[in-house]
């Protein structure tokens, strides 16, 4: 491959196109989405010119090779390219025993506006059978569970569960096999993330797992610049209401996304927003004048009933907190159920989770939140609330863009409404959460 005098290793014009793409919006921060792909690839097609084009007496293998290279410098950019598809095309019919242009080809396909999901996992499927690769086991773990998403009315419960196996296992095959690629980790952690939401959030670990896979991802070449990293990282950190980590990596998938293109402004805004809220509703009691919030606290009698009274911890019953509120300590506050007033709640953009302000006897306040329940269920104003063993967490002096002051509170994280009472009656209104996930 030759410039004039000089030679360009094809490894670096492909390194050149993913830095070109990585860091373009950072130096660029006004330019359109539209302006960025038509500049990528006008860089990529003068990289092809570049290519020392074959000879009539080369093999079938090495003009088969000089289109693969064309193929994966056009397959850089993220829209779908008919030239690349020419090439790759080429590629496969001179010598089908080569197993990137399956992979390059199928990463082609997927970026179709109607994807043949069954052609492109066949794509995969062939290339790991030619040579295994991380990059190919990431995309046919992903494929596999769009091709779940787009069948799901079809598919037999028994069918969506093989297939949800076999996309874990191509997922974590991809880290085993290259522990530094930033894609494996991010294709492993959202494997992870949705695992947990379509198994009812029964087992906390898998989004303690998919959490430090996306900062592996992070860790890894190239992966601090990836907004769909931080964007997903963020993500389930807003779940666990780590606000301040939630928070810095919105804004860093804000600094690589400025386009809005995987929606990271929106997500940052909203949960901005949020925040200020539940900080105005906490720090003004509930905006309540202060005889009716007193009026409204003392209502609490001091041997308020409980249905949660009855209810074991180990071996020993549950017993009231003895201070209320301020007798619960940060972390799970075992073998004993606090009681207490609403008097606020606090409405926002996105239905999960339901919020609310509670305030006991001595008109202390503490923030609740609640997961996992129907779009019906919720309190109003003066209702009596009742929680069996409350997780505490604390927000402390977290700073968001245009506030004057940092906020804190303290808060109640309730994953089940099972676990909370509404005037003396236990809820069964259970509805498991959803998310929505930045793919590549």
Known sequence: MTCGDDVVPFSEMLDELEDFQSTYFEQNPAVSESECTKKLQEKAEQFVKLLKSPVSSDNQTTVALYHLNCGKLLNIAQE????????????????????????????LLAKKEKPNLEQIIFCYEVSLEKQPSAKCMA????ALRSLINANMPTLTPQQIKELRKRSMTYAEESVKTDPNSSLAHFCLGNALMIRFFVTQQ????????????FRQGLECKKGERDPNIHL????????????????????IACKFDP?????????????????????????????????????????????????????????????????GLNSLSLG????????????????????????MLIGDKSTTCMVVTV?????????????????????????????????????????????????????????????????????K
């Open 80 to 107: 779908y390219d008919a030239k690349c598809e020419e090439h790759l095309s080429k590629a496969i019919k001179l010598d089908p025993d080569l197993h990137e242009p399956w992979l390059e080809y199928g990463a």
């Open 139 to 142: 995309y046919l773990s992903v």
């Open 202 to 213: 029964n087992d906390p670990s898998l989004l303690t797992r998919a959490i430090t896979s």
């Open 232 to 251: 997903n990282l963020a993500t389930s950190l807003k779940y666990e209401e780590q606000y301040h980590d939630a928070m810095h990596h919105l804004n």
């Open 259 to 323: 386009c809005n293109s995987l929606g990271s402004i929106n997500k940052r805004e909203t949960l901005k927003k949020y925040l200020e809220k539940v900080f105005a509703i906490f720090d003004k009691k509930g905006k309540l004048k202060p005889k009716r919030l007193q009026s409204l606290c003392e209502s609490l009698t001091s041997s308020e009933p409980s249905p949660f009274s009855t209810m074991r911890s180990s071996s020993s019953l549950l017993k009231p907190a003895t201070s």
């Open 332 to 355: 799970q506050n075992k073998g004993v159920y606090i009681v207490a007033k609403v008097i606020a709640t606090v409405p926002h953009e996105e239905i999960v989770p339901l919020t």
């Open 371 to 439: 997961y996992n329940c129907t779009t019906n269920f919720g309190f109003i104003i003066g209702d009596t609330i009742s929680i069996a063993e409350p997780n505490v967490l604390e927000t402390k002096d977290l700073i968001l863009d245009g506030s004057p002051d940092p906020i804190s509170f303290r808060s109640i994280r309730g994953t089940s409404p099972a676990m909370i009472s509404r005037n003396g009656v236990i809820t069964k209104q259970i509805a498991h959460t959803t998310l929505s996930i930045a793919s």
